[in-house]
């Protein structure tokens, strides 16, 4: 039966509606009614109609075209109306003007993000630094907020430019090459052309000439990661098999990786700090937790050099017992004198001097767990808020609760991190009686 309230057939003087033809021709009488603007309305199949029939020809129809035809003037079901659907019922291409204000659109939201990211992660940096300066007898350096303030415009206008730039230089070899004829090589051009917006970040004024390799090196580090993934898809069948014969693929391979240049990072931090970054190097130092004289101590024993190690050690007596308690400066005391006590026992005891494990192990995580809150605090904050702001307005618990498991899970690994590296080491140290390479 018809549904109710619907016409049964077409206007007056038209002929029998689609639903009523014959399952021969009756899509291309729908492509004629439509070509020739004869407006009609979707109707059910009467009961009982052949199913191969009208009922298979109106279904074919009222699929083929999704929506009820409802007259002339550019409504739906008018020729004016139709022109903008293709044969295969496929939306025409957006006139010449609105697909360029997308474009721009498009660049001018990627370039705010990224400036508003940048800006937040460096700023946020830039303010805990300020407020360790605050707190220090010292006080920050002359200009200190204006360099900062500096500094934080420069990351945002780099990560700013590098977004933006890269959505401008893709849309445009998109337009001017064709999107599938372009898309295996444009994004690499993209990428190398928009490179050079690191100079924005700044860096040539610093002592150690160095820029910002850091930087460019975690990039490279990302993109290798990237690439790996890619790698492992089913599309590239023989990258797969080799990225799973080196165990890309391992659940813990990043872990291992970790660990990996964790042994390294710890070697260099002790015998030769000065090849490491000078931003970095000023991070380990506070977050190893060490002195510079235990630094010291622990570089002269690893190359080697016993008397200036002995020298270092005897100063370290004193510091030590008043510490770590009375037990501690005798143990430093009776491997200060050269040919006493081999290297990888004076390192054992200038990293833990009580020659407790477990107790140094609680005493580092502790303390480092305590020297990371902030810093993790004020990364995790700004970039929330600049990320993520509109969530703040209907979200804001569950966004602290987020933002408060990340900040204690982000700290409790750097703590594991470092108590790990000091404890271990010293373990090995003292097992091998040799300092290790």
Same mark, same amino acid.
């Given at each position: 039966?018809?549904?109710?309230? &619907?016409?049964?057939?077409?206007?007056?003087?038209?002929?029998?509606?689609?639903?009523?033809?014959?399952?021969?021709?009756?899509?291309?009488?729908?492509?004629?009614? !439509?070509?020739?603007?004869?407006?009609?309305?979707?109707?059910?199949?009467?009961?009982?109609?052949?199913?191969?029939?009208?009922?298979?020809?109106?279904?074919?129809?009222?699929?083929? %075209?999704?929506?009820?035809?409802?007259? &002339?003037?550019?409504?739906?079901?008018?020729?004016?109306?139709?022109?903008?659907?293709?044969?295969?019922?496929?939306?025409?291409? #957006?006139?010449?003007?609105?697909?360029?204000?997308?474009?721009?659109?498009?660049?001018?939201?990627?370039?705010?993000?990224?400036?508003?990211?940048?800006?937040?992660?460096?700023?946020?940096?830039?303010?805990?630094? @300020?407020? !360790?300066? $605050?707190?220090?007898?010292?006080?920050?350096?002359?200009?200190?907020?204006?360099?900062?303030?500096?500094?934080?415009? &420069?990351?945002?206008?780099? *990560?700013?430019?590098?977004?933006?730039?890269?959505?401008?230089?893709?849309?445009?070899?998109?337009?001017?090459?064709?999107?599938?004829?372009?898309?295996?090589?444009?994004?690499?051009?993209?990428? #190398?052309?928009?490179?050079?917006?690191?100079?924005?970040?700044?860096?040539?004024?610093?002592?150690?000439?160095?820029? %910002?390799?850091?930087?460019?090196?975690?990039?490279?580090?990302?993109?290798? /990661?990237?690439?790996?993934?890619?790698?492992?898809?089913?599309?590239?069948?023989?990258?797969?098999?080799?990225?799973?014969?080196?165990?890309?693929?391992?659940?813990?391979?990043?872990?291992? *990786?970790?660990?990996?240049?964790?042994?390294? #990072?710890?070697?260099?931090? $002790?015998?030769?700090?000065?090849?490491?970054?000078?931003?970095?190097?000023?991070? @380990?130092?506070?977050?190893?937790?060490?002195?510079?004289?235990?630094?010291?101590?622990?570089?002269?024993?690893?190359?080697?050099?016993?008397?200036?190690?002995?020298?270092?050690?005897?100063?370290?007596?004193?510091?030590?017992?008043?510490?770590?308690?009375?037990?501690?400066?005798?143990?430093?005391?009776?491997?200060?004198?050269?040919?006493?006590?081999?290297?990888?026992?004076?390192?054992?005891?200038? #990293?833990?001097?009580?020659?407790?494990?477990?107790?140094?192990?609680?005493?580092?995580?502790?303390?480092?767990?305590?020297?990371?809150?902030?810093?993790?605090?004020?990364?995790? $904050?700004?970039?929330?808020?600049?990320?993520?702001?509109?969530?703040?307005?209907?979200?804001?618990?569950? @966004?602290?609760? *987020?933002?408060? /498991?990340?900040?204690? &899970?982000?700290?409790?690994?750097?703590?594991?991190?470092?108590?790990?590296?000091?404890?271990?080491?010293?373990?090995?140290?003292?097992?091998?009686?040799?300092?290790?390479?």
């Amino acid at each position: 039966p018809m549904a109710p309230g &619907r016409r049964a057939g077409r206007a007056r003087g038209a002929s029998a509606p689609p639903a009523a033809r014959g399952s021969e021709g009756g899509l291309e009488s729908v492509g004629a009614d !439509v070509a020739s603007g004869d407006a009609w309305e979707r109707v059910d199949a009467p009961a009982g109609a052949d199913a191969s029939g009208a009922g298979s020809a109106s279904a074919s129809a009222n699929c083929a %075209h999704g929506h009820r035809r409802r007259g &002339r003037h550019g409504r739906r079901g008018s020729v004016e109306g139709m022109e903008n659907l293709s044969v295969k019922g496929r939306r025409k291409p #957006l006139p010449y003007w609105d697909r360029a204000v997308r474009r721009l659109e498009r660049v001018a939201a990627a370039g705010g993000r990224g400036f508003a990211t940048g800006a937040a992660l460096r700023g946020g940096i830039v303010a805990l630094r @300020l407020l !360790v300066g $605050i707190r220090n007898k010292g006080g920050n350096k002359p200009g200190a907020v204006r360099q900062g303030v500096v500094e934080t415009l &420069r990351y945002g206008a780099f *990560l700013g430019v590098l977004s933006g730039g890269y959505i401008g230089i893709d849309e445009t070899l998109s337009k001017s090459y064709g999107d599938n004829q372009s898309r295996s090589w444009r994004h690499a051009l993209a990428g #190398l052309l928009v490179g050079p917006s690191l100079l924005l970040a700044g860096g040539n004024e610093r002592s150690d000439a160095k820029g %910002h390799m850091s930087l460019a090196t975690y990039v490279l580090v990302r993109a290798l /990661v990237l690439l790996v993934r890619c790698g492992l898809k089913d599309t590239r069948p023989r990258a797969q098999k080799i990225l799973r014969a080196i165990g890309a693929e391992y659940e813990h391979s990043d872990v291992v *990786l970790l660990c990996a240049t964790a042994s390294h #990072l710890l070697a260099t931090f $002790i015998a030769v700090p000065h090849t490491l970054d000078g931003g970095y190097l000023n991070f @380990l130092k506070k977050h190893g937790g060490r002195t510079p004289e235990t630094m010291r101590a622990l570089r002269h024993t690893v190359l080697g050099k016993d008397d200036k190690s002995s020298v270092d050690i005897k100063a370290l007596v004193g510091p030590y017992a008043k510490e770590y308690g009375a037990a501690a400066g005798k143990a430093m005391a009776s491997i200060a004198p050269v040919g006493v006590a081999r290297a990888g026992v004076r390192m054992a005891r200038i #990293l833990d001097p009580l020659g407790n494990p477990a107790r140094y192990y609680v005493r580092t995580w502790i303390a480092e767990y305590t020297r990371a809150l902030p810093m993790y605090l004020a990364v995790y $904050i700004t970039t929330s808020v600049v990320v993520q702001r509109r969530r703040w307005l209907t979200e804001p618990a569950k @966004l602290t609760r *987020l933002n408060a /498991v990340g900040i204690a &899970r982000s700290s409790a690994f750097l703590a594991s991190y470092v108590a790990n590296a000091f404890t271990v080491s010293g373990i090995l140290f003292e097992m091998c009686g040799t300092a290790l390479p």
